[in-house]
T-cell receptor, first 112, second 113 residues
Framework: QKEVEQDPGPLSVPEGAIVSLNCTYS??????FMWYRQYSRKGPELLMY????GNKEDGRFTAQVDKSSKYISLFIRDSQPSDSATYLCAMISGGSNYKLTFGKGTLLTVNP | DSGVTQTPKHLITATGQRVTLRCSPRSGDLSVYWYQQSLDQGLQFLIHYYNGEERAKGNILERFSAQQFPDLHSELNLSSLELGDSALYFC????????????FGQGTRLTVV
């Protein structure tokens, strides 16, 4: 079983829709949770970082962490065509090895 | 622009050859990380350097090596290249050793023919 599982999609939604992106993980040592956005032929760009269970909001983006279920989500409200990209979840475990473990990414297309 | 510079952007080379990928981190960042991204494996962590010292190793092959120099730039050396080494190689940097806010470069696309 992979440490981080992410539905690769693709996911296609109309402009203005609410998008829900999800990852599950198996390693209970993961303590830090990130979402990255990657446009085609570009490097990943950090969107949000959370540490504790619960919700964190930044503009149209909300990151949600449920450590008891080992489940994280990213919600995008009022989605825009410019949100079309691959979204990657990433996690870091505690301790001294700060290895960033990524999901495989979900390809999102927002249609005008 | 993330502030992380990777060169070259594209590289085409033959099997068995050796190449060097270069990364300049953001000003002030002490940590450099290398990742390999392929279609089937996704983003895989290779190695992490902090202020010139190796901190962690991931799924890095023995044919691959890296170093971080006193000016904090880093190089990833790939030798005895195989077709399966074709991938995007990303460098990321962060201020601290804990990379919750890492900034990625644009990547080097390596094609082995």
């Amino acid at each position: 079983q992979k440490e981080v599982e992410q539905d690769p999609g693709p996911l296609s939604v109309p402009e203005g829709a609410i998008v829900s992106l999800n990852c599950t993980y198996s390693n209970s040592a993961f303590q830090y949770f990130m979402w990255y956005r990657q446009y085609s032929r570009k490097g990943p760009e950090l969107l949000m970082y959370t540490y504790s269970s619960g919700n964190k909001e930044d503009g149209r983006f909300t990151a949600q962490v449920d450590k008891s279920s080992k489940y994280i989500s990213l919600f995008i409200r009022d989605s825009q065509p410019s949100d079309s990209a691959t979204y990657l979840c990433a996690m870091i475990s505690g301790g001294s090895n700060y290895k960033l473990t990524f999901g495989k990414g979900t390809l999102l297309t927002v249609n005008p | 622009d993330s502030g992380v510079t990777q060169t070259p952007k594209h590289l085409i080379t033959a099997t068995g050859q050796r190449v060097t990928l270069r990364c300049s981190p953001r000003s002030g960042d002490l940590s450099v990380y290398w990742y390999q991204q392929s279609l089937d494996q996704g983003l895989q962590f290779l190695i992490h350097y902090y202020n010139g010292e190796e901190r962690a190793k991931g799924n890095i092959l023995e044919r691959f090596s890296a170093q971080q120099f006193p000016d904090l730039h880093s190089e990833l050396n790939l030798s005895s290249l195989e077709l399966g080494d074709s991938a995007l190689y990303f460098c990321a940097s962060s201020v601290a050793s804990l990379n919750t806010e890492a900034f990625f470069g644009q990547g080097t696309r390596l094609t082995v023919v």
